[in-house]
């Protein structure tokens, strides 16, 4: 005995077309094949205007990168293939520009960083040395007198002004009127200069010691 066929029961209703759906479908037809020729057209009128007058070197187009691995912002095996280098030092090279890198990215870092720190660390400490050491008002006061005092001081000359001499002499000459009239002198001139050098004598002693 056959298998019998078990009629199945539809869950959804068939979707119902509308009576202008062809009419609509004749429209978009229409509208396509417009815009296709009207591609067409456009990509003709481009094809036979833009580059009509235009003269272009074959050789300028086809240009060859340099091979330079120290150009490249990474190392590939490409990059290393004309230094004929093994394995093992292909590795090791990479392995030390990656470790330069970051050592320099981390020493930027770092200078940033304590730059920023600078900025915002305010200057605190104990400036009573820096005080001490640094010079006062007074001492800087009594240097610039000092100074000035020695600048307004005339310098010693090896030949005195004839007016200066004129009147040395002057007194001079009195001072020997007055030894040369003196009772002591006239009477023993020898002993009384004697006895004048030796008072000298001691009394420029004296003022040594």
């Known amino acids: 005995m056959g298998k019998q066929k078990r009629s199945r029961q539809k869950y959804h209703n068939a979707a119902v077309k509308p009576q202008n759906s062809k009419s609509k479908g004749g429209e978009d037809e229409a509208a396509m094949e417009g815009l296709e020729t009207a591609s067409i057209s456009g990509k003709s009128a481009l094809a036979s205007n833009v580059f009509k ?6 050789e ?4 060859k990168l340099p091979n330079d691995w120290d150009t490249k912002s ?10 004929h280098l093994k394995k093992k030092d292909r590795k090791k090279l990479r392995h030390e520009l990656l470790v330069q890198k970051l050592d320099a990215v981390e ?3 770092k200078a940033a960083k304590d730059k920023k720190r600078k900025q915002e660390t305010p200057v605190v400490g104990d400036i009573g040395l820096l005080g001490e050491a640094l010079p006062t008002l007074d001492m800087l006061l009594k240097s610039d007198q000092h100074k000035k005092k020695e600048c307004n001081k005339e ?3 090896s030949i005195p002004k004839e007016k200066r001499r004129q009147k040395q002499m ?6 020997f009127g007055q030894v040369y009239n003196h009772p002591s002198y006239t009477s023993n001139p020898r ?3 004697h006895e ?10 004296d003022m040594d010691l």
């Open 107 to 109: 020493a930027a870092r």
């Open 60 to 63: 300028d187009l086809v240009q």
């Open 53 to 58: 007058n235009l003269k272009i070197d074959k």
């Open 196 to 205: 004048h050098l030796q008072n000298k004598l001691k009394q420029e002693n």
């Open 74 to 83: 990474a190392i590939t095996s490409t990059s290393l293939k004309g230094l």
């Open 191 to 193: 002993g009384t200069i």
């Open 170 to 175: 002057m007194k001079d000459i009195e001072l």
């Open 155 to 157: 310098k010693a000359r």
